[in-house]
């Protein structure tokens, strides 16, 4: 059974200083989060979705400032991407060097999203950093879009689940790439 089942966003807080992984509504789907620069949180979380750290994660955050220390902006970029956020759009950005490998995959870029959903974005506030945000569901699965759901899979696993509502989103984010404007998904 997960530690921690609430609505209160201050214990999910607690939860991501605490190195933990948080399930928390997004805007089309649930999400599962936690620090980025925690290597551990980050290896656990990939571990609950059974994905391939190749693949690289998407950050979430409630603003650019956040996501500004890790990523290569340009003018060019910035003015891509600036027009869609907040909102639900995921953009590909090349990132800063130094950014982990556990973040980035096989890859030089971040999946990256100044999000819109109320939630999602007051825990970035609140936290005062950008989360990684990856869809609630081994990755062979759909993913989830309630607190039930994710409570009733990952019932023997050890995370945080905020309860809340997603988004009216249809299906997940969009993902674009910064650099050229083509759409990824």
């Known amino acids: 059974m997960p530690q921690h089942y609430s609505s209160d966003l201050t214990t999910a807080i607690q939860q991501l200083k605490a190195g933990k ?5 997004t805007e089309a789907v649930y999400g599962l989060g936690c ?13 609950i979705k059974q994905r391939p750290i190749e693949k690289g994660l998407i950050l979430i955050a409630a603003s650019i400032q956040q996501l500004e220390p890790y990523l290569l902006l340009t003018d060019e970029i910035l003015a891509r991407v600036m027009p ?8 590909v950005i090349p990132a800063q060097a130094h ?25 970035c ?11 609630a569901n081994e990755t062979t699965q759909p993913a989830m879009r309630t607190a039930a759901e994710v409570l ?5 696993k050890d995370i945080f689940i ?23 998904r």
């Open 21 to 25: 992984v948080i399930a928390y509504p």
């Open 35 to 47: 620090d980025p620069l925690n290597e551990h949180a980050v290896m656990h979380l990939l571990d």
């Open 84 to 91: 869609t956020w907040a909102g639900a759009t995921t953009w």
């Open 99 to 123: 950014v982990p490998k556990w973040l980035t995959g096989e890859h030089h870029s971040l999946a990256v999203r100044v999000t819109a959903h109320p939630i999602a974005q007051q825990l």
């Open 125 to 135: 506030r609140d936290y005062g950093s950008p989360l990684v945000s990856t869809s």
């Open 152 to 156: 009733e899979v990952f019932a023997d």
């Open 162 to 184: 905020l309860d809340g509502k997603v988004g009216e989103l249809a299906q997940e984010t969009a993902i674009y790439d910064a650099v050229s404007g083509k759409r990824l």
